[in-house]
C-alpha cells in the first residue's frame, strides 16, 4: 500500500468486522480495500451491504449510491488527509455477498462509483 500507511483503514466495530452507519440504515461491512497503481493511482473500497440483493433486498441503486457517496466522505476522506497519497480515482462498490476481485458472479447483485477527490471534497464521476 502507498501514501496511507498502515493506520489506513482501521475502523472495526466491537466484534472485529468493519461496520459503517450510511444514510439507508442497512448493515455495511468492508470487505477490503486497495491500491493499484499503475498510470494513475486507484483506491479501491469494496463493501458487503445484502440488502441491495435483487431477491430479497430493500435497498434500491438510487439509495445505495447515496451510502456509497456517504462512505466516500465520511470514511475514505479523512484516512487521506493525514499525508496520505491522494488517488486520482476512488473506487467504491457495494455488493449483496463476497465475490473475489476481478471475478465475476451472475447471482451477485454489485453496484459501482467512482470519485475524485478535490476541495476535500468526493466529486462523482461517470464510471
Request: with cysteine; proline share 6%.
Amino acid at each position: 500500500m502507498t501514501g496511507g500507511g498502515e493506520k489506513l483503514w482501521q475502523v472495526a466495530n466491537e466484534a472485529g468486522a468493519p461496520l459503517f452507519a450510511v444514510p439507508s440504515g442497512q448493515a455495511v461491512t468492508l470487505q477490503d480495500v486497495f491500491w493499484e497503481e499503475g498510470d494513475e493511482l486507484i483506491l479501491r473500497a469494496r463493501f458487503l451491504a445484502p440488502q441491495i440483493a435483487r431477491d430479497g433486498g430493500s435497498v434500491d441503486y438510487d439509495t445505495a449510491a447515496q451510502d456509497m457517496l456517504h462512505l466516500c466522505q465520511t470514511y475514505i476522506l479523512p484516512q487521506l488527509t493525514d499525508g496520505a497519497d491522494l488517488p486520482d480515482q476512488v473506487i467504491l462498490s457495494l455488493s449483496d455477498r463476497e465475490v473475489p476481485f476481478g471475478e465475476a458472479d451472475p447471482e451477485a447483485t454489485q453496484f459501482f462509483e467512482a470519485y475524485q477527490i478535490q476541495d476535500g471534497a468526493c466529486i462523482w464521476e461517470t464510471y
